[in-house]
């Protein structure tokens, strides 16, 4: 998604909100509207002054994914093609220093260079409508093609070895079962192992694979549009590769990782079909933090940058009337009250898809970001009580100082709002046309030994 001033909207605008049948429609709606200014310092009241340090993390992964669905023949524009890039830039924090003058507000355009060429791609493609990949019904063959990009070299960390693939099966405790056949339905269970990650149906002969609990095939249709299910499986696809580096890193050397910031471009969040492995990714991340604990080693950052979204639109808005330097974390109910305007939809928001918790922070130079920290539990078992957990800022103390250095540190005035890494790794995203990599090239050797 475009930045603000990277690319003007193409809109065309006929001022429907101007039309009488729609300002009588709007009259019985609530909305989200600018906050009055009494109501404004009301809801700034609830910021904080944001804690402070000035550790950084010594290596930084920022990462950015760009869906395409697209006829492969003009003539035939409901025969698709889809393609989904995620892009990621690693890059030691040293390496960085340099690439803003301190006092000026403009990046070095040769140190941005150099740093963007370090950017790296893994690309997938799929068979979208009417397409049928090795002879296969459209949505086994889309099944399949999931499964092969997701179990080859291209996710696999060591080369070899450890993909996206085998990702599920230690996300989910070894072993994962698939009730139904995902080609004609019959019941299962169908159950997959390290090594076993096919099963053949005995009623239609079809193979499952074990990538079918993703589920994102049961949004492809023979005809129709299947840009959705693109859009999931680029969603899915870049927490997954995230995780799966950083379970690399940590069985390599675990204070490489506990000196690492990962920083996604969006929430953390796993949205639609393949949701479910948002409390595996939530499970696996806080066990993580613990190793490090134990250790003696402070815990990464995990963080989500989200540069537009409703909380974006509401922070922006607030901004004026917030002092800079202050930082809230978006409880439930302050999103129902403020943002939402309407009671909480349900006792714990995001509870199918968030593994990550909204803050608001304005820096000091006046700049608002809304970032998204790793939720600090193993799970979210009680509803109502992980609603009141998840938004103390208490249970971030490890992170909250370190996270805004961080964002202090790579704010800069180019796009708005935004912070250099995800800039960069969203510019490759969007525009880079050079082939995809493998995952394992997103790191050095360094960072694996
Ligand atoms: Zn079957």
Sequence with gaps: MP????????????????????????SECAYLTQPGDQAAVSIAAHYKPAPKCDVLPQLVVASDGSAYSEPIDKKFPSTQVGYVKTSFMAFDMGDYNGLV????????????????????????????????????????????????????????????????????????????????????????????????????????GATVYVTDSLRIHEQISDQGDNSSAITRFMNAVEHLQLATLLKAMADNNLSTVSGTAIMVDGPLALFGQPARYH??????????FERCESAGLPPPLIMGMQKDGMVMEHARALSPHLKNGTFCAISDQYRAEFINGIAPLTDNFGHETYYGQDFIYKTDSG???????????????????????????????????????????????????????????????????????????????????
């Design 3 to 26: 930045y603000e001033g990277q690319q003007a909207s193409k809109r065309g605008h006929i001022d429907i909100v101007k039309n009488d049948d729609v300002k009588k429609f709007l």
């Design 101 to 204: 003058t301190p006092g000026s507000p403009f990046v070095d355009p040769y140190a941005a260079a150099s740093l963007h060429n370090k950017a790296r791609a893994v690309a997938f493609t799929l068979p979208g409508s009417n397409v049928r990949y090795k002879g296969l019904r459209v949505q086994d063959g889309f099944r399949r093609a999931v499964y092969e990009q997701l179990s080859d070299e291209r996710t696999q960390i060591p080369r070899g070895g450890f993909s996206v693939k085998d990702m599920l099966y230690h996300l989910e405790g070894g072993q994962i079962a698939i009730e139904k056949c995902p080609s004609c339905g019959q019941g299962g269970p169908h159950l997959f192992k390290r090594g076993k990650d096919e099963s053949a149906c005995s009623g239609c």
């Design 279 to 288: 409390a595996s990714i939530q499970a696996f991340y806080y066990g993580l």
């Design 367 to 449: 700049r608002i970001f809304d970032v998204c920290l790793a939720y600090p539990f193993a799970n979210k078992r009680n509803r109502k009580e992980f609603s009141g957990q998840k938004a103390d800022p208490k249970n971030y103390d490890r992170w909250l100082a370190r996270a805004f250095a961080l964002i202090r540190h790579l704010e800069f005035d180019l796009y708005e709002n935004s912070v250099v890494p995800v800039a960069l790794a969203h510019r490759h995203a969007s525009i880079s046309l050079s082939p995809g990599g493998t995952l394992l090239d997103v790191l050095t050797k360094k960072h694996l030994s």
